[in-house]
């Protein structure tokens, strides 16, 4: 998400960066840019037009214009304000008693799957979610729901097939919760392709009956110019209280995430960011903000990674490239390990300045695919002893993984580079602490 944007932004700034002094010119050049890249970004006009305005008038006082690095002072400006328009500080879903969570949008935004995705995170944090379907116009969509609500091992409540008024459904369900004992309602609505007065007067009853203390929009972050009518028209109609951004892993634009926050002033609370279950997180304006400019999310990696690996594991695995001891076995292990932190490209983002070189680097994910089908093609024993592959082995392994011999054997190549590397720092290693026991 924001690739775009982001890609653009980083070169202003660069360029902004290398002037040795600032003027109005410099800055109204830049601020014109920046207009530029949001309203193609898909940004509303109106919340571009406030938005640079703001940031102007900031990077023209004094203190910037006078400061001995006055284009970091600006793009710090930016920062500050960019994270102000996504949010400010992370909004924590209110779950007070009796912690209902009412889901509403447009059909295909992903309110059913954002609802199990919603569920499973709160049962990683302690909670008790039950699920409740309450689309009665779509029974595609309480199959859906309960299909769900069984892969991350959740109750579902499932309205009657012949059940046609929402508000009698609502009422059951709440019996049904109190013999559940769960401790978070959360209630996945109607949905229409299109705004109507029937859609939002169905939701509008049933938030009368419910009482919910989180009213969540669902909506998609490519919506585009699309975004400001349907936040705005939820939020008129039925006083939203958060906004779930759905498909953040395929929207370079992004622009949607900023024109809701700012036309609902309502925080946006969470960010699907692919299609997996557990792939759904918080929304950290000040971390985005800084993945934006190329300023990299070290607390987010740091917390994806305590999240994904297994401590024992990874230091079972420091100890054998130490030793060089190191196979085809761990190198899978490896693969499994970075597969749980998510898309390579979502990883590469959260390093600091890595956004700036990702073209560089050359990404591709059909490549890493087909290094993880050629291990996969070897025998146990081939991956505990890579001496072993011979010419017949290594055409077995291409026939069998779907690639090349020469794919086969470029990667023996750059493996046995690898155990190398390992023993040669493992050796420095053991010289480095012969030579501190000597001195001592």
């Known amino acids: 998400m924001f690739s775009q944007l982001g890609d653009k932004l980083q070169d202003i700034f660069k360029d902004l960066r290398g002037h040795g002094a600032i003027s109005e010119t410099n800055i109204s050049d830049a601020m014109r840019q920046v207009r530029l890249a949001l309203l193609e970004a898909d940004v509303d006009y109106q919340v571009a037009k ?20 006055p284009g970091q002072q600006v793009v710090k400006i930016f920062h500050d304000e960019l994270t102000a328009l996504l949010g400010g500080d992370a909004a924590p879903l209110n779950l007070e008693k009796p912690a209902r969570i009412l889901m509403v949008g447009l059909n295909g935004a992903g309110k059913t799957t954002s609802s199990a995705k919603l569920a499973k995170y709160l049962k990683k944090q302690g909670r008790a979610p039950l699920l409740i379907a309450c689309d009665l116009h779509r029974p595609a969509a309480i199959e859906q729901l309960a299909t769900l609500g069984k892969q991350v091992d959740v109750p ?13 459904a609502a009422a059951a369900s709440l019996e049904w919760a109190a013999a559940q004992g769960g401790n978070v309602q959360i209630f996945d609505t109607a949905g229409r392709q299109e705004i109507d007065t029937a859609l939002i007067e169905e939701i509008k009853q049933l938030k009368e009956f419910l009482k919910p203390q989180e009213v969540l929009l669902v909506a998609d972050a490519a919506t585009g110019q699309q975004a400001v009518s349907v936040a705005t028209h939820f939020h008129q109609a039925l006083g939203i209280t958060g906004i779930i951004l759905t498909k953040l892993d395929g929207d370079a634009r992004g622009g949607a995430a900023l024109s809701m926050r700012e036309v609902t002033q309502q925080p946006i609370k969470f960010g699907g960011v692919g299609e997996k279950l557990d792939q759904f997180e918080p929304f950290v304006p000040a971390r985005l903000a800084g993945r934006i400019l190329g300023m990299g999310d070290i607390v987010g990696l740091v917390e994806k990674a305590a999240e994904a690996i297994d401590e024992e594991e990874a230091a079972r695995m420091e100890k054998k490239l130490r030793t060089a001891s190191f196979d085809f076995n761990d190198f899978l292990a490896q693969f499994k390990m970075m597969r749980k932190l998510g898309p390579l490209e979502n990883i590469l983002g959260m390093i600091p300045g890595m956004s700036q070189i990702k073209g560089g680097l050359n990404v591709d994910e059909k490549q890493i695919n087909r290094t993880e089908a050629i291990v996969l093609s070897m025998t146990d024993e081939e991956r505990r002893r890579p001496d072993i592959l011979n010419a017949r082995r290594r055409q077995r392994i291409a026939a069998g993984s779907g690639t090349r011999v020469s794919d086969v054997n470029d990667l023996l190549q750059r493996f046995n580079q690898m155990r190398k590397m390992m023993k040669n720092v493992g050796k420095m290693k053991k010289m480095m602490g012969q030579m501190q026991r000597m001195k001592s």
């Open 50 to 69: 406030n938005f640079v305005a703001r940031v102007r008038e900031k990077a023209l006082g004094e203190e910037v214009l006078h400061s001995v690095t």
């Open 156 to 168: 579902v409540y499932t309205p009657g097939p012949n059940e046609k008024d929402v508000k009698r």
